[in-house]
């Protein structure tokens, strides 16, 4: 994985000198957009890149999901295979992580539960100011 890149991705380039459009029918022109996007997850999934934010700000994963299996491999001596790959832990884990802990918070003070962190949780949230 290369941390600290950006990637830009044109659109609308046209090597016509015409500038007409590529296809004429709008279901070839709807066929070419498929394939494009087709191709387009199929490199970002080879080079494992999980997490692409367009020009306009959207995000879209192509990560892990809940279906997926787990995006590491085994554990040995209760650490994750991916550490020993010098990996942290990949943008879609810790997007899923922010979202249960958000919940898990709400449910608990929405019923009075008192709660604290310890160890890492509370060493992520006050030097990290997130999850570690």
Not at 64 to 90: A, I, M
Not at 104 to 124: A, D, F, K, N, Q
Request: glycine share 6%.
């Amino acid at each position: 994985s290369v941390r600290g890149w950006t990637v830009r991705i044109l659109d609308d380039v046209t090597f016509l000198p015409s500038h007409q459009p590529l296809f004429t029918s709008s279901h070839n022109q709807w066929k070419a957009d498929n394939l494009v996007k087709e191709r387009m997850v199929q490199l970002f999934r080879q080079f494992d890149i999980k997490r692409v934010i367009d020009v306009d700000g959207k995000e879209q994963w192509y990560g892990c999901k809940k279906e997926t299996s787990r995006c590491f491999g085994t554990v040995h001596d209760d650490t994750p295979d991916y550490l020993y790959q010098n990996r942290w832990t990949p943008p879609c884990c810790l997007r899923a992580l922010r979202e249960t802990t958000k919940y898990v918070i709400s449910i608990l003070e929405s019923s009075g539960v008192r709660y604290w962190l310890e160890g890492g949780t509370l060493l992520g949230a006050a030097r990290h100011k997130d999850l570690i």
